[in-house]
């Protein structure tokens, strides 16, 4: 018989609840984790206990910490969670109860959660993508300097010729400590960006699923393996709309007596994927001839950045359906019934 805790973390503490198997009775309690109770309070448990929490932050030591006791973890959908039950109350103790209930009925809504491995590949990812931005930032502080000095060379300020050229410039001594500041903090995030890339792209060439993705023209190392990290076993997904939906890049919609009303997309799960794969979808469509179709159209009908999503979305499908069927990019497009004139090799030395 499994024992089940309904755990209500927070940063500092955590409200957990079980039944008390003495009295039938629900025991509530606080423990703080700045002291030793809750390491306690897990130690006394039966092994196997399974302790349902909510998907809010990431808490990896309290993870380690049911790991190191043989309890188990179940990471419960919040959304659904929520709606399970109405109420106008809400506190701690009332939510440890209701994750105990559920677990109890067994109706908890349990989530499919990466193991650690790939939870720490999905921080390479967020991590070059912070350095990214944090040099383009850079980037765009030495071009409005040098624009404000005469020297306007768009990207060619970045070849060797562009930056002497700044560099000899002569400043006032604040603006020149900001050039050299700046120029060191490119330096180093050149370096910094230059190592996560090659350690990404290495993670790539050993999963066959990234390299089966990258046959796809505008799909790199980047967007190969944060879609086989964000996805997870493909299989989960019933349909293509739910992976549309799992990514959040399916509209809003408040429907009803017949009429329908369709909105924006939802932007539910991960932001960075939606991100990678619009990003992707603009390399895509010059390269593809169905896809810049799709585009053109739409741009004309729409606007640019509705053409963009909807051009994402089609390609996050397609990766989808190359995972399900194990198919490179030209075995696809021949099957889906497109020309083998239309299979175009992706372009070489793309970023993403």
């Given at each position: 018989m499994k024992h089940f805790i309904g755990c209500d973390v927070h940063t500092r503490f955590q409200v957990v609840a079980w039944i008390d198997q003495e009295t039938g009775e629900v025991r509530v309690r606080r423990l703080e984790h700045a002291k030793e109770e809750t390491r306690g309070f897990y130690a006394q448990l039966a092994r196997g206990t399974v302790v349902g929490v909510e998907a809010t932050f990431p808490a990896l030591w309290f993870e380690r910490l049911l790991e190191e006791y043989g309890h188990e973890l179940w990471v419960g959908d919040a959304a659904r969670i929520r709606a399970s039950e109405i109420r106008y109350q809400k506190n701690?103790?009332?939510?440890?109860?209701?994750?105990?209930?559920?677990?109890?009925?067994?109706?908890?809504?349990?989530?499919?959660?990466?193991?650690?491995?790939?939870?720490?590949?999905?921080?390479?990812?967020?991590?070059?993508?912070?350095?990214?931005?944090?040099?383009?930032?850079?980037?765009?502080?030495?071009?409005?300097?040098?624009?404000s000095e005469g020297v306007c060379r768009k990207r060619k300020l970045w070849s060797e010729k562009g930056r002497a050229e700044l560099e000899k410039r002569e400043l006032l001594p604040w603006a020149a400590r900001r050039r050299r500041e700046l120029l060191e903090w490119l330096d180093h995030l050149d370096t910094s960006v230059g190592?996560?890339?090659?350690?990404?792209?290495?993670?790539?060439?050993?999963?066959?699923?990234?390299?089966?993705?990258?046959?796809?023209?505008?799909?790199?190392?980047?967007?190969?393996?944060?879609?086989?990290?964000?996805?997870?076993?493909?299989?989960?997904?019933?349909?293509?709309?739910k992976l549309v939906s799992y990514l959040g890049l399916n509209p809003r919609e408040h429907s009803s007596a017949g009429r329908q009303r369709l909105g924006a997309i939802s932007k539910q799960g991960s932001s960075l994927m939606r991100w990678l794969l619009v990003e992707a979808a603009q390399t895509a469509a010059r390269y593809d001839p169905q896809l810049r179709r799709v585009y053109q159209r739409l741009k004309m009908r729409r606007s640019s950045g509705v053409a963009k999503v909807a051009v994402a979305r089609r390609l996050a499908v397609r990766l989808f359906w190359m995972l399900r069927t194990r198919q490179k990019y030209a075995q696809l497009v021949r099957t889906s019934g497109s020309p083998s004139s239309a299979v175009v090799p992706p372009k070489a030395g793309s970023n993403l």
């Open positions: 701690d103790d009332l939510d440890a109860e209701l994750w105990l209930d559920l677990l109890r009925t067994g109706r908890f809504p349990l989530l499919w959660v990466p193991s650690r491995e790939e939870r720490d590949l999905r921080q390479l990812l967020v991590h070059r993508l912070k350095r990214v931005r944090a040099r383009t930032q850079v980037m765009n502080q030495l071009q409005g300097l040098a624009i190592e996560l890339h090659r350690a990404l792209v290495e993670a790539g060439r050993q999963r066959p699923e990234v390299e089966l993705l990258r046959t796809h023209p505008g799909v790199g190392p980047v967007v190969g393996l944060a879609m086989v990290l964000t996805l997870g076993p493909v299989e989960r997904f019933a349909n293509r709309r």
